[in-house]
């Protein structure tokens, strides 16, 4: 490990911090304000894409751009520190906060940083205290770049909207409200106001303040600014001059006489909003203290569900952050930290779910209408919504760009499964909500909604009478065979679903339901079964029903339950048979994919050996697979996708060439991302899966590798899991992934199968 627990609390203290790459996420109880911060005081702070108090960083800004740094210089006798470069440092860090401890020239510095649990700003706060045996005089400098606009303006009229910039300076704050906000299919005027407080201990303000970025750089640059020559004098007005340029938030304190031990602290508060109102709440040391100490209680309080105690209390310390990584993706979605580079904000439909599955454990109560409020976003052909934003609004697709994920069907019902099994509330099936993208209001049971999804699913195949690949499924970068793509390791997930709904209906008292009339063209086993052997019957139903529900006459039939359950379970045993049959290959495991061209993707192609994990994990979990085939599987998955150094396994073989007959996974260099890394989603389901099927310790083995190589050296990282390790075991896209909510997720409900 990097770093070292030094509580309980999952507090943890790291030596030169700057020697990696990672940062650490911000934010609070709302995620009204998210904030990412690195060990030299790189990343941002905004609210959302359009609203960034300082300027967007990506990964690649962190080590190189120092306008993506909140800094602070320290003017000594003979030299200036700039406390974004390191001193002898140490991170310590918590829940909540982001310590680090400096010491240079006789001084010990602390900088804090944190997000008040129920306030909407950063607070920063510089302690320097005078370790040596004399007087030190200190002149202090704050820097924090004001941005004021959205993500978007950093290339597309950057400089043009810096002259919207008008700024104001009162004796504690610099504030940023441009005139207006800049898109050019549609200007609005601006009502946002970005500002940056500052004062010394017993709120003293700061001596004067640099306002813009030229008032500061004077002819020098950011490496050498005149402002700290002495050339340039801080101003205490506004000056016409100063409108329409960058803004900064930089403020000069006065000089100080640091005597021996004696120590001094400076307080910096960056948001949005009125200074006024945040200043009244944060105006004094006292009140930071408080504000901190509160944050710190609020988080623990919320990672108190569920208990989870093991003998080692390294491990429980590391559970903590795992734990926390559910809360944080509901809060930034896979937006805005610094490998996040994209999106806005809003969770993906696949997340959502899985998300909810250790959301069930952590905040229980809430997630009921969680459960409901996401039904709304299936449409009536199967398909749905796919990003929902974080007050809950359903969004077609985040680039307007109509796309199908095939898996999408899969993952609602794995959690309403379990939301059923821990609360045995099958009421919920019979709650009535309405569709997505609907003309008419008409409002269908959640059992309709789920059916809706898994039926229109089991029809849709393709030449090989497998479920269709559509724009992609988990795997998003199999994203370029939406002709003749068909999806084998998703068809097993929908062949377990059919099984598993069959068996729920089972328990239900009522002997009918009522389901809307057109939904009976899919019940075949009802009316007129087909031959589910001939892909093109399938195809014919699905078109059929897909006519009809054109235009919905919004009657309901009654169906009897023991009808409903017959149809689900020949399906399910269709389906399962031909994909155990039809997909093991010879060299003992299954195919999971045909590409663009119809063609296989799995097993030895022109020679060579093709494998992907999760074509073999969802054949494990769906209790398709035979025990037998487990077996094999198992050797195959530790002959071809273990790394036997790095003990982790692997996404798949290396196919050796770009694939645009599958998808872009293939472009990513090999061992990264979707081509090959250690993924974490999938070894959880992997390790999951095994456990579930009986082979407990190779399962437990799977999820011992993400602790091993989570906590490696090499992966580089602070406690929690990635989303991946590269080749080297290095771990990427930190916090945000869906393999902390299934690692939580496999480690209490991850023992075998209950049907
Ligand atoms: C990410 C996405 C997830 C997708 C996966 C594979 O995984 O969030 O929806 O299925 O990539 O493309 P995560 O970062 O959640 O581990």
Known sequence: MIYEFIDQQGTFKLKNPNDYDAYFPLTNSKGSILSSISPNLSGDIKTDNDHFITPPASSVDLKTNLLCRRDFFIQLKNQTLRLSHPYNDTLEAGFLYHKLIKKTKGLEIEILNFIPHNLGCEVMQVKIKNKTKSSLEITPTSFIPLYGRSAENIRDHRHVSSLLNRIKLTKYTISLKPTMIFNESGHQLNKTEYFSIAFEDNKRPALGQFPTLDYFLGQGDLLNPESLQGKIKPLNKEMPFLQGKEALACFRFKKKLLKKNQQVSYYLLSGIGSPESFFKKLNSPSKIDKAFSETKKYWLNHLSLPQLNFKDKTYNNWLKWVKLQPTLRKLFGNSFLPHFDYGKGGRGWRDLWQDALALLFIEPKKTK????????????????????????????????????????????????????????????????????????????????????????????????????????????????????????????????????????????????????????????????????????????????????????????????????????????????????????????????YYDNKGKRVEGKIKGKLRMMLASQVFAIMSGVATDQQIKKTWLSINRHLKDKKLGGFRLNTDFGSIYPDLGRAFGFSYGNKENGAFFNHMVVMLGFALCQRGFIREGREVLASIYKMATAKSAKIYPGIPEYFDLSGKGLYLYLTGSASWYIYALLEGTQRKD
């Open 369 to 592: 209408q969680l459960i409901l409020n996401n039904f709304q976003g299936v449409r009536l052909d199967g398909s749905n919504a796919t990003i929902i934003t974080k007050d809950g609004r359903m969004i077609p697709d985040r680039n307007n760009i109509s796309r199908v994920w095939m898996d999408h069907g899969v993952w609602p019902w794995l959690t309403l499964k379990l939301y059923l099994d821990k609360t045995q509330d099958l009421s919920i099936l019979r709650q009535k909500v309405t569709y997505f993208d609907q003309q008419k209001p008409y409002r269908g049971t959640v059992l309709e909604h789920i059916l809706i999804q898994q039926l229109t699913h089991f029809f849709d195949v393709g030449s090989h009478n497998i479920i269709r690949l559509r724009n992609a499924d988990w795997n998003d970068g199999l994203d370029m065979a939406p002709d003749l793509g068909e999806s084998v390791a998703f068809s097993f997930m929908y062949a377990d679903n059919l099984k598993s709904l069959s068996l729920i209906l089972q328990k239900m008292k009522k002997q009918k339901v009522y389901l809307l009339k057109e939904i009976v063209i899919l019940l075949d086993q009802i009316t007129k079964p087909i031959d589910y052997n001939n892909f093109r019957e399938k195809q014919k139903r699905l078109k059929l029903f897909l006519q009809k529900t054109k235009n919905i006459s919004g009657q309901k039939q009654e169906i009897t339950l023991r009808g409903l359950i017959i149809d689900l379970e020949k399906k399910s045993q269709h389906l399962s048979a031909w994909l155990r049959e039809k997909e093991w290959l010879k060299q003992g495991f299954f195919n999971g």
